[in-house]
């Protein structure tokens, strides 16, 4: 039986003569609907047809005989989007997903312009769509399990729900007291409301329920950091790496906090700790670079923003530390190495340039001209500006530099009782 949000393939179209010639040359094209949620008239089904545009959507009803197959959210967790698809935001976070273990549990799947795009191969997703996702609690499990809401509140995290996530996991906490695991949740998604010492206290709870719960101590080191107490974070660092000496996340900030902190050489002994932990972070490199310049060791940090370039093409702000650090130095012969080396890149795979982790602003497939980034400015611009001697590439943008880039992170991978693995959040050193 078909149900809400299901898409159902048609052997013949459902629609009458009135209906608007859009919906009659979509269904013409690619013969799927979806199943809206209404009352269904005479055992009729209630469709939705999409056309080319988000305005034309229109409802209708099928009949059974109508129906061809039925496709559920839950089917299209083995599909995949074409090769050329996969970078767009929503397959990105889709594949994310699908990696979390303990959404094994659920039923679910993606619906909206994504599930369409996967059961028809019809190209609907664009750079801007949502992840629209179904997901279905087992009927055995009860509204009061706090492990249910907690799981809930990171789902609602993961999707941009800020202000319900924090319900989802105050109601965790509500129903089980001593829940270390939903304070470190609670007081990541306060801080990234900007309530950083509500987050502390958050973080703190989960550290007196669990004594050394590394996690939270990193990540109270992160909250004291946005706050200014620059000693205080340190110090949580410290006692984060005391009780996991491998934490990738606890070096890398404890390098920021250290730049802060005017202390350059042990900063740059933490990066190089953080990169031998973890070699391909973009991020820790562009840190040690940065570092590496403010001490003078020039030399140095063109090599290593050279490396930061050739690894991550797209990395704009590498791009603009690099040019400019080669007009201070009065390289000019290198000023536009950078550039080469992302309109190659460009050129090869069609790639963005990025300005933070989290966005990408378009660029044009024969040479390198963002048409937006963080403050409307182009690399054309920059370009023509440097050609002109009167600004150092990179320059235009450097009153907007990404200070603190924060990666998809909730939860311990080894404690909370929800999914994913991933690294906790990383703030990027300002120069």
């Known amino acids: ?38 009352v269904y008239a005479d055992a009729a089904i209630p469709i939705g047809i999409r056309g080319d545009v988000r305005t034309q959507r229109y409802a209708a009803y099928a009949k059974r005989e109508d129906i061809a197959a039925i496709v559920g959210p839950e089917q299209l967790l083995a599909a995949a989007p074409s090769a050329d698809r996969r970078g767009l935001g929503a397959f990105v976070a889709l594949a994310g997903l699908r990696a979390v273990r303990r959404l094994a549990r659920y039923q679910w799947g993606p619906t909206g312009s994504a599930g369409f795009e996967l059961a028809t191969r019809l190209p609907t997703v664009s750079a801007s769509s949502d992840l629209d996702l179904l997901v279905r609690a087992p009927d055995e499990m009860a509204p009061g399990e706090a492990n249910l809401h907690n799981n809930y509140g990171n789902l609602q995290r993961r999707l941009g729900d800020l202000a319900g996530a924090e319900a989802s996991l105050r109601r965790a906490i509500r129903l089980k007291a001593t829940y270390p695991e939903a304070y470190l949740n609670l007081g990541v998604v306060l801080g990234d409301l900007g309530r950083h010492e509500e987050a502390v206290a958050a973080l703190r709870r989960a550290t007196v329920q669990r004594p050394g719960y590394a996690d939270a101590l990193m990540h109270i080191g992160v909250q004291l950091r946005e706050l200014g107490k620059n000693e205080e974070a340190l110090r949580s660092y410290d006692a984060a790496l005391a009780a996991q000496p491998a934490q990738f996340a606890a070096h890398y900030n404890r390098g920021d906090v250290l730049v802060a902190l005017a202390r350059f050489e042990d900063a740059l002994a933490a990066f190089d700790v953080a990169l031998r932990l973890n070699p391909a972070s973009i991020e820790a490199r562009y840190a040690r670079a940065n570092t590496l310049a403010r001490t003078g060791r020039h030399e140095e940090a063109l090599d290593t923003y050279r490396q930061v370039i050739e690894t991550a093409p797209d990395f704009l702000p590498a791009h603009q530390e690099y040019n400019a650090l080669a007009w201070t130095m009065g390289r000019e012969d290198l000023n536009f190495t950078s550039f080469a080396i992302a309109e190659s890149s460009v050129r090869t795979t069609g790639s963005g340039i990025r300005c933070s982790n989290t966005m990408n602003v378009s660029v044009a497939p024969s040479w390198i001209e963002a048409t937006r980034i963080t403050d409307g400015r182009s690399i054309a611009a920059m370009r023509r500006a440097s050609a002109r001697k009167r600004c150092r590439a990179g320059s235009l943008l450097r009153s907007r530099r990404i200070s603190r880039v924060t990666t998809f992170s909730v939860e311990s991978s080894r404690a909370c009782h929800t999914s994913a693995s991933s690294s906790p959040p990383l703030n990027i050193p300002r120069r």
Do not use: E
């Open 1 to 38: 039986m078909a149900r809400p949000h299901d898409l159902l393939k048609l052997n013949r179209s459902p629609l009458t003569s009135d209906a608007p010639a859009w919906a009659h040359a979509a269904l013409s094209r690619i013969p799927f609907a979806v199943v809206r949620r209404a």
